[in-house]
């Protein structure tokens, strides 16, 4: 006998469109890659639902209705789910199903004000939910998973000029008092996933026997506020810049391509639930494998 629940019906969501979208593959937690269709803020999700009884049954139900959701869900302690979208309608009034019933739905001009986000600690999703009420037995309910993408439309940073009329650039400095003075200098704070990183290293002070130097980018989760909060950090990339001992005035020239890597748009205190952050770090390991490093927040945004 089995002790398993199995539902009398099965439910069925299609989307409209669906197969000519753009589509984001994900590996899901059972090892499992998924193919989620990509929407944007402001579109309508529309689609179809098909509800077949098994082996010919009759189904009574107390209604069929379909949700479009927006949830946050957290494991930090134990999984926790805090919806920030909720939209309803009803496809059917009870009545007793004997044969496949289809029914449309659409959730017009949906304010999407998330991109979707699945990490270690934190799943941001958007989904459709279709739920089957009964009278004398749980309810039945079927989710179909879309991806949304928040495109953010920047204009150009130009660099500023100061009194001097000299371009002023982004800085970031490495130094030990008479013995070290690095300074990382790149052209702007925000970037598109697309985009790259251009700019110059320049050793003012090498006193130090340095062996090379490393140049990452760090994506760090934070989800919940203090004393429970939970940082999780991720190199996305390192490679060496540097291998040998530097000399005063050098300068290495940097040019880093972000397109080529699994990286995600800045999330600021979404939902006062988590933020996601990428820190350019700059590293250099002395010959006594002593480590020196500075860490520089950069913006990252999705233009297209």
């Not at 739920?131 to 079927?142: C, K, L, M, P, Y």
């Not at 000029?161 to 690095?182: E, N, W, Y």
């Amino acid at each position: 006998m089995s002790l398993f629940f199995k539902a009398p019906i099965d439910i069925e969501i299609r989307l409209d469109g669906e197969e000519n979208r753009s589509h984001v593959e994900l590996v899901n937690n059972q090892g499992r890659t998924e193919k989620l269709p990509i929407y944007k803020d402001g579109e309508s999700v529309k689609g179809l639902v098909t509800i077949r009884t098994k082996e010919g049954r009759k189904v009574e139900h107390m209604g069929i209705k379909v949700q479009l959701l927006g949830s946050i869900e957290t494991n930090t302690d134990s999984i926790t789910s805090s919806d920030f979208l909720t939209l309803a309608t009803e496809l059917a009034a009870p009545s007793t199903l004997t044969h496949p019933e289809s029914y449309s739905f659409e959730f017009k001009n949906v304010e999407k004000q998330y991109e979707s986000y699945r990490g270690k600690n934190v799943k941001l999703r958007y989904f459709v939910k279709v739920f089957v009420s009964r009278r004398s037995a749980s309810e039945i309910t079927r989710e179909k998973e879309l991806w949304v993408y928040q495109i953010v439309d920047l204009p150009m940073e130009s660099p500023i000029k100061d009194d001097k009329s000299k371009a002023t650039t982004v800085k970031m400095d490495v130094g030990i008092l008479d013995c070290l003075h690095i300074e990382f200098e790149y052209s702007k704070s925000k970037y598109s996933l697309k985009d790259v990183i251009v700019g110059k290293i320049y050793f003012l002070l090498a006193r130090l026997k340095i062996k090379h130097m490393e140049l990452s980018l760090m994506r760090r989760e934070t989800v919940g506020v203090p004393p429970n909060q939970v940082n999780d950090n991720e190199t996305v990339v390192r490679f060496e810049i540097m291998d040998g001992a530097p000399v005063k005035g050098e300068t290495i020239p940097i040019r880093l391509f972000l397109g080529g890597f699994d990286l995600t748009p800045t999330y600021k205190d979404v939902n006062k639930k988590f933020s996601v952050r990428t820190y350019l770090s700059l590293v250099l390991i002395d010959e006594d494998a002593r480590r020196y490093f500075k860490q520089s927040e950069i913006f990252l945004y999705r233009d297209q």
